[in-house]
């Protein structure tokens, strides 16, 4: 093979979606001595400016890459994401690169250690009780009545479409930092929620009325299709109206705007929040992003790669050219975490490529990445993250 065969099979393989015999061909081509030359000039010409090495050892990077490979053959028939970075040009795939050498073959040195916060995910019923979640435990939902309208098992909540309810009755899931879980409506709808976000939403659904439930924080949404009831995720400043589609909505209360990414349908933007299907201001088509602008009540539109804002779900969260201060307040959400950044100017003149494992990688191995590949310096006191 020549070294650009060879690129292309690292970089499917890094962003995980190589086949079962391109990692036959890859394990083969980094066995083969043959290849070492070739191998060590990739590896110092790329791992080491990515990261930030000045004598990278390409015979111990060689090993470990051998031992994913492997690891990744015997798990190839799993369902695995779709890679996020089809789009993108070589040289932004080689940040990605510098990403998975640094999670998969360094040794972190920092002795700091950060303690997330543990939160608890919660259940508010509609007479105000409050019922608590465990991430991989197993209970029913019931109604005032004792009624059990639905059931937990493990990270995902599923109501049923009981026929005796006639009136709308709300349940309301928050999902603290550091935690995601999964919601399934009873119309089928699946909500995705991410960390951070709460959803107010009926117990069932009743003919004759809109499917409307109510978003702070982020969720993925894959709306059930009913023609005859719209359905409706009201945020604070806006309405996103759909039929039966698949999109994500962000909505923090602390963010200047509100995101709609769409992936499959369609999806109207309404700040008037009329409640009407055909009179929203923007309708978005697949693989767009609606942003609405919290202080000028605007909304902007823009051609997207759909799979940055909904890797979330699998546990990757993708930054791409992106201001610090953004990726800081993502990474206290993701991680329930308390961070400072001490200098302000460097706020506002950098922006920053990265790609996380959330559920792999601790915030020390992502603090130690940003030091390693842009020279931020960072010190943990009393347990927060000061960003120097």
């Not at 798990?75 to 070589?90: E, L």
């Not at 959803?199 to 009913?226: H, M, S």
Request: glycine share 4%; net charge negative.
């Amino acid at each position: 093979m020549t070294t650009p065969e060879v690129k292309t099979l690292l970089i499917k393989f890094i962003n995980k979606y190589a086949n079962g015999k391109e990692l036959d061909t890859l394990n083969t081509w980094v066995s083969d001595s043959v290849n070492d030359h070739i191998f060590d000039k990739f590896i110092k010409t790329h791992y080491a400016i990515t990261v930030s090495m000045n004598n990278p050892d390409p015979s111990e990077i060689r090993a470990r890459l051998l031992k994913e490979i492997r690891k990744d053959k015997k798990n190839i028939y799993r369902k695995r994401v779709k890679s996020i970075f089809k789009y993108a040009a070589i040289s932004v795939l080689f940040i990605g690169l510098g990403c998975f050498f640094q999670h998969v073959f360094s040794k972190q040195e920092t002795n700091n250690i950060v303690v997330p916060k543990e939160e608890l995910i919660t259940l508010e019923l509609e007479n105000g009780n409050i019922q608590v979640i465990s991430e991989d435990g197993t209970s029913t939902v019931v109604d005032a009545n004792g009624n059990v309208v639905g059931a937990q098992h493990g990270n995902k909540l599923v109501y049923e479409n009981d026929d005796d309810i006639q009136a709308l009755v709300y349940n309301k899931l928050t999902v603290p930092y550091g935690k995601r879980f999964d919601l399934i409506l009873s119309d089928g709808t699946t909500v995705f929620l991410n960390s951070g976000s709460s959803i107010k939403y009926p117990v069932k659904f009743i003919k004759g009325f809109n499917r409307q439930v109510f978003l702070n924080g982020e969720a993925f949404f894959d709306v059930a299709k009913d023609k005859s009831h719209p359905f409706i995720v009201d945020t604070k400043e806006l309405n996103v109206q759909v039929l039966g589609t698949k999109f994500n909505v962000q909505t923090y209360q602390e963010d200047s705007n509100i995101d709609v990414v769409l992936v499959e349908g369609r999806v109207g933007m309404d700040s008037q929040k009329t409640l009407d299907y055909k009179e929203n201001e923007v309708v978005l088509e697949p693989g767009f992003k609606g942003s609405f602008n919290k202080m000028q009540r605007s909304i902007t539109t823009k051609k997207v790669n759909t799979s940055i804002y909904t890797s979330w779900m699998k546990g990757t969260v993708v930054f791409r050219n992106t201001p610090l201060k953004e990726i800081v307040k993502r990474l206290e959400r993701l991680y329930n975490v308390s961070i400072t950044i001490n200098n302000e100017d460097f706020i506002d003149n950098e922006n920053f490529n990265a790609s996380i494992e959330v559920d792999n990688e601790s915030i020390e191995q992502v603090l130690n990445y940003f030091n390693k590949v842009y020279e931020i310096e960072y010190e943990i006191i009393n347990n927060e993250i000061l960003i120097n």
